[in-house]
Structures are given as C-alpha cells and as structure tokens.
C-alpha cells in the first residue's frame, strides 16, 4: 500500500542525522569524508554492507539492489548512498566509514519513516486530495476521513483529525450475511470531490450500500447526502471527476467512469424539475465502446471530459485477450441523442494510448495504474510483472491526446476482418462538442454508435517512458510547490 508522510529534516547531535523521509520517496546520504588513495568508503544498513566505494553489494535482497544507486564522484573520493522507492524495511541505521591512512572516520544516518495516521491495522489508505488552497490533504479510508494540515511548511508530527464515518447498523449486518465484515462492510471512503473550497463531496461504500456525505473542512461538521452512486465493492477500480463550473440546479456535476448495477459505463446524474435525480446520462452501446474496463483517472478538458482506463482490446484478434490502455472523451455539452443514442452520450470517442520503450524490439506496457495531469501533460503509471516488477510512466500531450480524437476513425467492415481507418465520414462530422446533441441526424447517431475507435493511438512524449523504475509502483501523487523535490513527478522535471 502506498502511504505518504511529509518529509522534514532535523538534526540530533553532532554525528547521527535523522532523516524523516515517506515511504515511495528518495533519500540520499552524503557522507562527508573523502578516501584518499585507494582505502574505501563502507556503506552500511539495516541489511548489511551496502556498498565498497562504488560497488553495490551483489549479495543485497535484489529488491533492495535494485533501489540502491551509488552517486560517485570518485576524482575527490566522494560516495553517497541514493535510495529510491523506500519501504518500510529501509527504516534503520545507515553509516558511511572511511578509513584514510589507519584513522577510521564514521558518520551515522538514522533513516526514519513515519507512519501517516497510524493505526495497527489495515486501514486502506487510498483515496488523497489536496484542497484548492493546498493547506490540507484529505484522506479517504477504511471508516474515516481525515484531514492532515500541511500549512506552508510540512512537519511532523503533522496536526490531523480523523471524522468516523462507519457504515449504517442495519447496511453493515444485511451485508455480513453474504460477505466478510472487514473489509467488504465497512465504509470505505472511495470519493473525494471539492464541492467548494471548504467542502468536499464524500462516498463511502457503506456495507456493499453506497451513501454521500458532505464535509466542511473548516469546522468538520457534515451532512448525509443520502445514496449516491459509487462503488459498492472496496476494490472497484473507478473514477470520478467534479466539474464545479458545470452548473445544473445550483450544483456541479459528478462525472463517474464505474461499474452501475453491473453495466460498466461513463455516467452524470440527470436532474427532474425539482433538481432531484431522475435518470443517468450514460453510455455503452456495445463491447466496443468498452469491454471490462478498469479506470484510473478522469479529468475536465476544455468542453470536454477525459476517462483513462484499461480494458479488453476488441480490435485485436479476440484469443489473443489483449489489454489496452485507453483515453475516452466526452463533451460536457452532450445531452444525449434520439432513437439510438437516448440518454446516451452522442460524442464518446476512444483511443489507445501507447507507451513502450525504443528500439528494434520495443516492449509495450497496456496495464495503465494511474495517472496525473500537470500543465497539460498527463503522467501515466504502467506496472508489468512478466519477469520481475517493471513500472514505467509515459507522458502524453494533451493536444496529441486532442489531435487523435479529431482524426480519423477505426473501422471494422464485417465481423472478421481486420479494423482499418473509416472511410465517408458523415457530416458534420460525429464527436464534436455541438450545443444541441438531440439535433443530430440517424447518419451521424448511427456511425458514433458504430464507431467509438479512433484510429490512431496516442503516442508518448518523447517517443519512450520517460521514467523505469525496476519496482512495483502503484500510485502516483502530483505534488504542489511545497513538496517539490519530493515525489516522482517533481524529481523526473
Ligand atoms: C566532482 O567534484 C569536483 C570538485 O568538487 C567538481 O568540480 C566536479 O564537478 C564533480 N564532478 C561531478 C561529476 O559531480
Ligand atoms: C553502522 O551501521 C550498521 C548497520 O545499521 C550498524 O550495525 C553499526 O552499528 C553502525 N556503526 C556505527 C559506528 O554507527
Ligand atoms: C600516513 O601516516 C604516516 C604516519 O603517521 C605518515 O608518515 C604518512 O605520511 C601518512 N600518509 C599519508 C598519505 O597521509
Ligand atoms: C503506532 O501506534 C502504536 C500504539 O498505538 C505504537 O505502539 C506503534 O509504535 C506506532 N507505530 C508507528 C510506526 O509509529
Ligand atoms: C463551513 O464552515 C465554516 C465555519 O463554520 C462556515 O463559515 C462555512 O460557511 C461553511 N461552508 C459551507 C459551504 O457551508
Ligand atoms: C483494480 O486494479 C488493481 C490493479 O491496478 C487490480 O489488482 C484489482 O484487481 C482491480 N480491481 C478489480 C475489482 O478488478
Ligand atoms: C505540448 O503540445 C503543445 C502544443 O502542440 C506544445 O506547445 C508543447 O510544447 C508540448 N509540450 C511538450 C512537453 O512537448
Ligand atoms: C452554443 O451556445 C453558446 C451559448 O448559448 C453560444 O455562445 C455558442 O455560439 C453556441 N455554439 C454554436 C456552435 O452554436
């Protein structure tokens, strides 16, 4: 599990440094004495020597040699230790000593990483949000949410509160009857959405009974919001996304990329007179527009909404059970259409994302585990375990991204043959975000229906990931100009 703490650094005493550090994070110890002629510099830590000078010790666990780098400067003598993607086996002691002419110098570090809202067991954490102002970071979990202050400058141990939000007696005991209570009836916080700048839009699972609440961040107070739809399963993997500037009855709208009463689609509530919700706006017409997907991101883009998912590749040979990465669009415009399209989305585009390393036998990676958005680039996470753990983050352009969905369409002429790019377009042509989806003619109904594909994939920045890390990653967190220097993406820039 990924768990994050802020970093601060202090000094105890004049030879051992504590270094607080977050699990996932980087850490590198400076040693500060030199060798001289050829008397090496040792390593130490909690697993033994380390390193000589600047050899890795082969005999290290290998997924710690793996996260083991030596940055030498050997023309002045200099090795320090680099540790990338710590774990909590890494807390300990860690020493440099350097024997110079018979004299032994030695420097100790003590590695420390703390636990965020500690609790002695699981509390999965997995759902994080900074607030607009950045001051607070919301934790989504198991029966709680909480609220850690981060201020201007992290520290440690940081202010938090955790509000409780167990699941409702009579939800929690009609769900043990079919399931196991802990996880899968407890309440587990899957939805973290600023409403405001001080509220936040919560939903927990609710003993398999999924329910809204609305918290206020700055006196913590909150209020039912009574049943919404999120996941009812702990581990569904979907995604929402709030859009506070798209106004229907005085609020903003949900988007959800999830699975709803087993129909796995993109949806927003639709609102009656009364401002209540009466139906959803939704989509999937065929396993072509999605076939077992699992989504990881979602993100407001212009007049349009963006979904990132995995799922099921359909215009591959079907034995071949290929999993693709994919990015889909639809317009916050988008009403739905007539006949066909009803309720439906009229301007669902698909496409494949494609991140794979270079040369003459590239290596794809199609598992997308998450993704963030920074300035207009989308950082996107990919795991493979073929051999040993491999992740990978590709960056992809927003306007490439755009560029795709306003090129040509993939096409499949009869049940099997192979998926070619479509030819006789109708006009106008189908996908554009227009102001009045229900004006749409059969033609151009008929062909979005039959054509979600694009045919074209999306293709990473700079032609290759521009991040491998030899480890299972699982999260990506995008870090604001306070944590700079201290996650993933802030160090890849
Ligand atoms: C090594 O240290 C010297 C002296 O401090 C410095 O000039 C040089 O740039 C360093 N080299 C590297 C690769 O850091
Ligand atoms: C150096 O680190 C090792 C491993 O953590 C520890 O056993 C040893 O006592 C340390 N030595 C000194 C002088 O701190
Ligand atoms: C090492 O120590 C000896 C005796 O203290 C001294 O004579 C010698 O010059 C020293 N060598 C270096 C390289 O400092
Ligand atoms: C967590 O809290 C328990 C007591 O509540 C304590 O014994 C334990 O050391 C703490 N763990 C960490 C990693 O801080
Ligand atoms: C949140 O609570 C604060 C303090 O009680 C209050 O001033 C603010 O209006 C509340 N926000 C909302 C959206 O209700
Ligand atoms: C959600 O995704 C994770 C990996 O990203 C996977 O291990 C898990 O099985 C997925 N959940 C479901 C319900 O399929
Ligand atoms: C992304 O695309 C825009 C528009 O084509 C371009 O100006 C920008 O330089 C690109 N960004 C990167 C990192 O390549
Ligand atoms: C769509 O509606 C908006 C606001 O009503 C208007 O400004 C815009 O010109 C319309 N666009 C088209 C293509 O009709």
Same mark, same amino acid.
């Given at each position: 599990?990924?768990?994050?703490?802020?970093?601060?650094?202090?000094?105890?005493?004049?030879?051992?440094?504590?270094?607080?550090?977050?699990?996932?994070?980087?850490?590198?110890?400076?040693?500060?004495?030199?060798?001289?002629?050829?008397?090496?510099?040792?390593?130490?830590?909690?697993?033994?020597?380390?390193?000589?000078?600047?050899?890795?010790? =082969?005999?290290?666990? +290998?997924?710690?040699?793996?996260? !083991?780098? *030596?940055?030498? @400067? #050997?023309?002045?003598?200099?090795?320090?230790?680099?540790?990338?993607?710590?774990?909590?086996?890494?807390?300990?002691?860690?020493?440099?000593?350097?024997?110079?002419?018979?004299?032994?110098?030695?420097?100790?570090?003590?590695?420390?990483?703390?636990?965020?809202?500690?609790?002695?067991?699981?509390?999965?954490?997995?759902?994080?949000?900074?607030?607009?102002?950045?001051?607070?970071?919301?934790?989504?979990?198991?029966?709680?949410?909480?609220?850690?202050?981060?201020?201007?400058?992290?520290?440690?141990?940081?202010?938090?509160?955790?509000?409780?939000?167990?699941?409702?007696?009579?939800?929690?005991?009609?769900?043990?009857?079919?399931?196991?209570?802990?996880?899968?009836?407890?309440?587990?916080?899957?939805?973290?959405?600023?409403?405001?700048?001080?509220?936040?839009?919560?939903?927990? =699972?609710?003993?398999? +009974?999924?329910?809204?609440?609305? !918290?206020? *961040?700055?006196? @913590? #107070?909150?209020?039912?919001?009574?049943?919404?739809?999120?996941?009812?399963?702990?581990?569904?993997?979907?995604?929402?996304?709030?859009?506070?500037?798209?106004?229907?009855?005085?609020?903003?709208?949900?988007?959800?990329?999830?699975?709803?009463?087993?129909?796995?689609?993109?949806?927003?509530?639709?609102?009656?007179?009364?401002?209540?919700?009466?139906?959803?706006?939704?989509?999937?017409?065929?396993?072509?527009?999605?076939?077992?997907?699992?989504?990881?991101?979602?993100?407001?883009?212009?007049?349009?909404?963006?979904?990132?998912?995995?799922?099921?590749?359909?215009?591959?040979?079907?034995?071949?059970?290929?999993?693709?990465?994919?990015?889909?669009?639809?317009?916050?415009?988008?009403?739905?259409?007539?006949?066909?399209?009803?309720?439906?989305?009229?301007?669902?585009?698909?496409?494949?994302?494609?991140?794979?390393?270079?040369?003459?036998?590239?290596?794809?990676?199609?598992?997308?585990?998450?993704?963030?958005?920074?300035?207009?680039?989308?950082?996107?996470?990919?795991?493979?375990?073929?051999?040993?753990?491999?992740?990978?983050?590709?960056?992809?352009?927003?306007?490439?991204?755009?560029?795709?969905?306003?090129?040509?369409?993939?096409?499949?002429?009869?049940?099997?043959?192979?998926?070619?790019?479509?030819?006789?377009?109708?006009?106008?042509?189908?996908?554009?975000?227009?102001?009045?989806?229900?004006?749409?003619?059969?033609?151009?109904?008929?062909?979005?229906?039959?054509?979600?594909?694009?045919?074209?994939?999306?293709?990473?920045?700079?032609?290759?990931?521009?991040?491998?890390?030899?480890?299972?990653?699982?999260?990506?967190?995008?870090?604001?100009?306070?944590?700079?220097?201290?996650?993933?993406?802030?160090?890849?820039?």
């Amino acid at each position: 599990m990924w768990i994050l703490l802020f970093a601060v650094i202090t000094i105890h005493g004049v030879h051992t440094r504590t270094v607080y550090e977050f699990v996932g994070s980087t850490v590198t110890f400076k040693c500060p004495y030199v060798q001289e002629d050829f008397n090496k510099v040792v390593w130490k830590g909690p697993f033994g020597v380390y390193a000589h000078s600047n050899h890795r010790n =082969t005999h290290l666990p +290998s997924d710690l040699y793996n996260r !083991l780098f *030596i940055i030498s @400067n #050997s023309s002045v003598g200099r090795f320090d230790l680099k540790l990338v993607n710590l774990q909590y086996s890494d807390k300990g002691q860690y020493n440099c000593s350097v024997t110079n002419n018979g004299t032994k110098k030695s420097k100790t570090f003590h590695l420390s990483l703390p636990v965020l809202l500690n609790s002695s067991k699981p509390s999965y954490y997995r759902y994080l949000k900074l607030d607009p102002s950045s001051k607070k970071l919301i934790v989504g979990h198991m029966n709680y949410a909480s609220i850690v202050d981060i201020l201007d400058k992290p520290r440690f141990p940081v202010n938090s509160i955790s509000i409780q939000f167990p699941s409702e007696a009579n939800k929690l005991s009609y769900c043990t009857l079919s399931k196991e209570k802990v996880p899968y009836c407890q309440n587990h916080i899957r939805v973290l959405e600023f409403r405001t700048d001080d509220t936040v839009i919560l939903c927990g =699972t609710n003993a398999d +009974s999924p329910k809204g609440f609305e !918290l206020n *961040i700055t006196d @913590n #107070s909150h209020i039912s919001l009574g049943s919404v739809p999120c996941a009812n399963d702990p581990f569904d993997n979907f995604t929402t996304t709030y859009i506070r500037d798209h106004i229907q009855y005085g609020k903003g709208i949900m988007y959800y990329g999830a699975t709803l009463h087993t129909e796995a689609t993109i949806f927003r509530p639709m609102y009656d007179s009364a401002g209540r919700v009466s139906e959803y706006q939704k989509g999937v017409i065929s396993s072509n527009w999605m076939k077992d997907p699992q989504f990881v991101g979602s993100f407001p883009l212009k007049e349009t909404v963006l979904f990132f998912f995995r799922e099921t590749a359909t215009e591959v040979d079907p034995s071949e059970n290929k999993i693709y990465s994919r990015v889909a669009k639809i317009c916050k415009s988008d009403i739905g259409g007539n006949s066909i399209l009803r309720n439906k989305w009229t301007s669902y585009q698909k496409a494949r994302l494609q991140c794979f390393t270079e040369g003459s036998s590239p290596v794809y990676f199609d598992d997308i585990q998450d993704i963030v958005e920074k300035d207009g680039i989308f950082y996107s996470l990919y795991t493979t375990r073929i051999k040993s753990p491999i992740s990978v983050i590709c960056a992809f352009n927003t306007s490439d991204i755009e560029a795709v969905f306003n090129g040509p369409f993939k096409t499949q002429v009869t049940q099997n043959s192979l998926w070619t790019e479509a030819k006789n377009i109708p006009q106008p042509r189908p996908g554009m975000c227009i102001n009045n989806s229900m004006a749409q003619s059969e033609d151009v109904l008929n062909f979005i229906a039959n054509h979600p594909l694009m045919h074209k994939s999306v293709q990473p920045l700079y032609g290759k990931p521009i991040f491998v890390l030899y480890d299972h990653l699982q999260k990506l967190y995008k870090n604001t100009q306070e944590y700079d220097g201290k996650c993933v993406l802030c160090r890849l820039r």
